[in-house]
Nanobody, 117 residues
Framework: QVRLVESGGGLVQAGGSLRLSCAAS????????MGWYRQVPGKQRELVAL???????NYLDSVKGRFTISGDNAKNTVYLQMNSLKAEDTAVYYC???????????WGQGTQVTVSS
């Protein structure tokens, strides 16, 4: 099993910054990658940023240039640095980790990010 615990959410003014952290524990050696999703009420959960075990990254178009995903392998932790935050970034942010054999998604409990405008 893999357990994911997010932290770092909060309330911030538009234009400000936050850094989210996700600590993974358990059978982390089986993971193919980790990422961050976000969701607002009534909307589809969307991928914000992805970091694969090979080090490649992928970002939602609307956050490119503002958000950066990174990881600390020794600590089994992934981060999402969010700069130049906008009101439309307000959402619950979820850490995700996945394995391929067999395929399975693990999810954190979510952390609220609220950006005031």
């Amino acid at each position: 099993q893999v357990r994911l615990v997010e932290s770092g959410g909060g309330l911030v003014q538009a234009g400000g910054s936050l850094r989210l952290s996700c600590a993974a524990s358990g059978s982390t050696s089986s993971l193919k990658g980790m990422g961050w999703y976000r969701q607002v009420p009534g909307k589809q959960r969307e991928l914000v940023a992805l970091l694969t075990s090979g080090g490649s990254t992928n970002y939602l178009d609307s956050v490119k240039g503002r958000f950066t995903i990174s990881g600390d392998n020794a600590k089994n932790t992934v981060y999402l640095q969010m700069n130049s935050l906008k009101a439309e970034d307000t959402a619950v942010y979820y850490c995700n980790a996945y394995r391929m054999t067999p395929f399975y998604n693990y999810w954190g409990q979510g952390t609220q990010v609220t950006v005031s405008s």
